[in-house]
T-cell receptor
Framework: GAGVSQSPSNKVTEKGKDVELRCDPI?????LYWYRQRLGQGLEFLIY????????KSGLPSDRFSAERTGESVSTLTIQRTQQEDSAVYLC???????????FGQGTRLTVV | KQEVTQIPAALSVPEGENLVLNCSFT??????LQWFRQDPGKGLTSLLL?????REQTSGRLNASLDKSSGRSTLYIAASQPGDSATYLC???????????FGSGTKLNVKP
């Protein structure tokens, strides 16, 4: 596609439910990032994928968070047993590699009620 | 751990003014620095990318400079327009490219 696509754009879920967020990177981009932005705050790094290398999961806040990516294609971020503090905009970005411009999707706004 | 600071947190200027946004980072061992803009309710748009070996990059009315040794970057916006109103974010890339460290942003309002 022309840009990074994220779905859904908005998600409202009940506390305790699992959610899955999807990111379609730009075709050919080997690097993929997930970030979280809470209301009025900066971007927090969650996870980084580069090709077939082991992902950098150092930013995942708890074991309720997990992410997958097969090769250089779609990535999914899963949050299990959602909590109210998980409410945020989840942003995905892709690039040709770490030294290149990162392109961000529009984000998924998650609200846990 | 890398820390990125942006000053000022908010800025309001009349249309037509030239302005400078500041970004500083604590660890000078970076690979590159990017400036982004974020519009309300939307994702980030990359404006300029400066590699660590470069001193500046220009795109239209935007000019970004990088002084790696002192841990500073500036984004210069010439002849500001109301359409420039947005939050501007600075991010540095280190740690083997694995992550960008973001500043908290400067919220710019350009008044018509």
């Amino acid at each position: 596609g022309a840009g990074v696509s994220q779905s859904p754009s908005n998600k409202v879920t009940e506390k305790g439910k699992d959610v899955e967020l999807r990111c379609d990177p730009i075709s050919g981009h080997t690097a993929l990032y997930w970030y979280r932005q809470r209301l009025g705050q900066g971007l927090e790094f969650l996870i980084y994928f580069q090709g077939n290398s082991a992902p950098d999961k150092s930013g995942l806040p708890s074991d309720r968070f997990s992410a997958e990516r097969t090769g250089e294609s779609v990535s999914t971020l899963t949050i299990q047993r959602t909590q109210q503090e998980d409410s945020a905009v989840y942003l995905c970005a892709s690039s040709l590699g770490g030294s290149f411009t990162a392109f961000f999707g529009q984000g998924t706004r998650l609200t846990v009620v | 751990k890398q820390e990125v600071t942006q000053i000022p947190a908010a800025l309001s200027v009349p249309e037509g003014e030239n302005l400078v946004l500041n970004c500083s980072f604590t660890d000078s061992a970076i690979y590159n620095l990017q400036w982004f803009r974020q519009d309300p309710g939307k994702g980030l748009t990359s404006l300029l990318l400066i590699q660590s070996s470069q001193r500046e990059q220009t795109s239209g009315r935007l000019n970004a400079s990088l002084d790696k040794s002192s841990g500073r970057s500036t984004l210069y916006i010439a002849a500001s327009q109301p359409g420039d109103s947005a939050t501007y974010l600075c991010a540095v890339n280190g740690d083997n490219f694995n992550k960008f460290y973001f500043g908290s942003g400067t919220k710019l309002n350009v008044k018509p």
